[in-house]
């Protein structure tokens, strides 16, 4: 490790000892490069691959997952784009791809992110799942709710319904419940950037247990509220030994036969070593070594950790009160079919294209959900599925998420701008424009629709969910 006033001594030997170092250098540790995961519910991995070969970015494919791209060289930068705006893609690490892999999630499974916000890996699932079935994305963290609902309507996730709930409570509200459930644990993020905490004083050995008592509980739930024959993946950005394997085995001993590690549906390859079966002088499950460790050095990707495991057995739980449910409606529902009728009639959709989702209809909402969601548990329960309308009196705005979704149905209320009013659009989020017709339309580019626009005497605005210079 470089010589520094602040170089952490006791972190330098714990990684010694995990690496099999005399010494750390902090050299070895090279930022991940960027890194980005295609959403096929939105776009396809061959058009955004010839976008980026159009616009001259270097990439090369992620070696452990065919919708991920590594990004050498970026000119515009690509988070600038329509692509970015439209959903087609996400920025996420190239570790962070493989938890969601690990788990394998299959359309028309019930799954459930125990710990989902902001996002990354709950909108990767929702797409491996094809927009079917039914996604449970939760979180504990009111603030971090806003940014993962954005995120799901961005990527277009119909199948996801997200709650705002502490991890702990799943496994008795609802036991024995889900087909698979991914446990990516709030963690001491000792693999992000591990130079970070060798030249801070801020690392102590004692952080290395800040986190394992919720971790546990968190991994019960999970075991809890999986269905017997279901499958959990627990996955931390951290190395440390104590959240990971140490966990896991201290966790095994208490569940016994109900529980057992599986191997990671995962390619071998030279990032992937194997779980730790023995450190400090503890021993640990001899199963720990189908588990996952991805070291931060020497190849330059976050280090992560990852096990999968099956439930063979249910656990006595002592369930909370009863779950109520809330039922979704059918495009033909009278509460819903009206509406359809006059989003139909509107924006020229063909009914037909609406009848096979579900709808959930509040005092000034409708939302669209997919067919699987045939019924909501309503506990802690904040968002289902994407919103499609905002009813305004006599007037339905369709909403960005929806016209994104629906954007090849809809064939009428489009309004086509330039490059150049577009630009200014995306500046500031409005611009006068000479039309004079009132109401809600679709916005389209070159033929492409984008989102949805209001237009209110010559004034059009859009939604933005951030400042956004937009490069073409
Ligand atoms: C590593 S982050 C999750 C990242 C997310 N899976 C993604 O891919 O974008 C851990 C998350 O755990 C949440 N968290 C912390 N305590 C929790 C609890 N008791 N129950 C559920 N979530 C919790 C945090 O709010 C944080 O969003």
């Not at 720990?288 to 050095?297: G, M, S, T, V, Y």
């Not at 090849?408 to 009013?421: A, F, P, R, T, V």
Request: with cysteine; glycine share 6%; charged share 20%.
């Amino acid at each position: 490790m470089k010589s520094s006033q602040h170089e952490n001594t006791a972190l330098n030997s714990y990684f010694s000892e995990l690496y099999g170092h005399a010494r750390m250098q902090s050299e070895w540790f090279a930022p991940e490069p960027p890194c980005l995961r295609i959403n096929t519910i939105k776009s396809s991995v061959q058009e955004i691959t010839e976008f980026m070969q159009q616009k001259g970015i270097e990439f090369k494919p992620h070696p452990l997952n065919s919708r991920g791209a590594i990004i050498l060289h970026d000119p515009l930068p690509m988070s600038h784009t329509l692509a970015f705006y439209t959903g087609s893609f996400f920025y996420q690490g190239i570790s962070s791809q493989l938890p969601a892999l690990a788990l394998n999630p299959q359309p028309g499974e019930t799954v459930l992110d125990m710990s989902a916000a902001p996002g990354s890996k709950t909108t990767q699932i929702a797409d491996l799942m094809q927009n079917q079935g039914q996604l449970f994305s939760a979180d504990s963290s009111f603030k971090r709710l806003q940014p993962l609902m954005t995120n799901l309507d961005r990527a277009g996730a119909m199948n996801s319904v997200v709650y705002f709930m502490i991890g702990q409570r799943w496994g008795r509200l609802l036991p024995d419940f889900f087909d698979k459930v991914l446990i990516d644990a709030p963690c001491s993020n000792l693999g992000k950037n591990p130079n970070l905490f060798l030249d801070s004083e801020k690392w102590t050995p004692a952080r290395l247990n800040g986190h394992t008592n919720l971790q546990e509980l968190l991994l019960i739930s999970a075991l809890k509220t999986v269905r017997v024959g279901g499958t959990v993946v627990y996955s931390t950005c951290s190395v440390s030994v104590e959240e990971n394997e140490h966990l896991v085995h201290q966790v095994l001993q208490k569940t016994g036969d109900r529980v057992k590690i599986e191997s990671i549906p995962l390619p071998l390859h030279e990032w992937l070593k194997p779980g730790l079966t023995s450190h400090g002088g503890r021993a640990f499950h001899p199963d720990l070594e189908k588990a996952c460790r991805i070291p931060p050095f020497p190849h330059p990707v976050e280090g992560f950790f990852m096990v999968r495991l099956k439930k063979l057995d249910s656990f006595p739980v002592r369930p909370s009160d009863t779950v109520k449910m809330m039922q979704t409606r059918s495009a033909t529902h009278p509460e819903i079919s009206d509406y359809l009728e006059r989003i139909s009639q509107r924006w020229g959709i063909a009914l037909d294209k609406l009848k096979d989702f579900r709808y959930y209809k509040t005092k000034k909402r409708i939302y669209m959900l997919a067919k699987e969601w045939q019924e909501i548990p309503e506990h802690k329960m904040i968002k289902p599925g994407i919103p499609l309308v905002e009813i305004k009196g006599r007037t339905l705005k369709l909403m960005g998420a929806a016209v994104q979704l629906l954007s090849q149905d809809i064939n009428k209320s489009i309004i086509e701008l330039d490059e150049k009013k577009v630009m200014q659009l995306f500046r500031t989020g409005n611009i006068h424009l000479k039309d004079q017709r009132n109401g809600y339309f679709a916005l389209a580019i070159d033929g492409k629709i984008i989102t949805s626009m209001s237009l209110f005497k010559g004034y059009s605005k859009i939604h933005l969910p951030h400042y956004f210079h937009l490069v073409r």
